[in-house]
């Protein structure tokens, strides 16, 4: 069965650095989201994407946050400088959802971000 | 704006007995879709069931069990005769219908499920 990939795994980075989480979509999937988890707390919506552009964006995805499709296949987001509280799982998910239906989401397993 | 509550945070029982995890939400929509989502200890989102607001019909999957209510907001989840494996963290969550920007997921807090043997 077709999964929602994700790397890396873990990643730990220095506060102000910059990090790239990537995911590897469903391949006949149109729309992708991130979402994020602060560890404890629930999940929340950041960004949906669609046709190479942003559909949404929550308050949280603020100009630190930049979301992209470089190669048709990676979705990539990326975080400019990083702050102590952007520590979190960040999850993917993607699905094909033709026009005027609400097809699930299948998320990805994840990348734990450690912020230092 | 659209809001799931899951009054319970965590629920412990022992194994083989049932257990009900409680969703109730909040929208202004007429169509919409409810979601059950798994997330084991090590930490990926499980989906476990997706229903649409037209359809009220209780839903039965080998042990577990879904009960819509549009009349209370609600959309229960009952794991029967449970399992060590059952124990997780079980997401409600609530989307809009058909939206050509997406259709992004809004999530409960979350139930701590503890099966203990």
């Known amino acids: 069965e077709p999964e929602v990939t994700q790397t890396p795994s873990h990643q730990v980075t220095q506060m102000g650095q910059e990090v790239i989480l990537r995911c590897v979509p469903i391949?006949?999937?149109?729309?992708f989201y991130w979402y994020r988890q602060i560890l404890g707390q629930k999940v929340e919506f950041l960004v949906s994407?669609?046709?190479?552009?942003?559909?949404?964006k929550s308050e949280i995805f603020d100009d630190q946050f930049s979301v992209e499709r470089p190669d048709g296949s990676n979705f990539t987001l990326k975080i400019r400088s990083t702050k102590l509280e952007d520590s979190a799982m960040y999850f993917c998910a993607t699905t094909f959802n033709l026009a005027g239906s609400t097809d699930t989401q299948y998320f990805g397993p994840g990348t734990r971000l450690t912020v230092l | 704006a659209q809001k799931v509550t899951q009054a319970q945070t965590e629920i412990s029982v022992v194994e083989k007995e049932d257990v009900t995890l409680d969703c109730v939400y909040e929208?202004?929509?007429?169509?919409?879709?409810l979601f059950w989502y798994k997330q084991p200890p090590s930490g990926e989102l499980v989906f476990l069931i997706r229903r649409n607001s037209f359809d009220e019909q209780n839903e039965i999957s080998g042990r577990y069990s879904w009960n819509f209510q549009k009349s209370t907001s609600s959309f229960n989840f009952t794991i029967t005769a449970s399992q060590v494996v059952d124990s997780a963290v079980y997401f409600c969550a609530l989307s809009e219908a058909g939206r050509a920007a997406g259709n992004k997921l809004t999530f409960g807090g979350g139930t701590r499920v503890l099966v203990k043997p």
């Open positions: 929208t202004r929509d007429t169509t919409y879709y």
């Open positions: 994407f669609y046709n190479n552009e942003i559909s949404e």
């Open positions: 391949s006949n999937h149109l729309y």
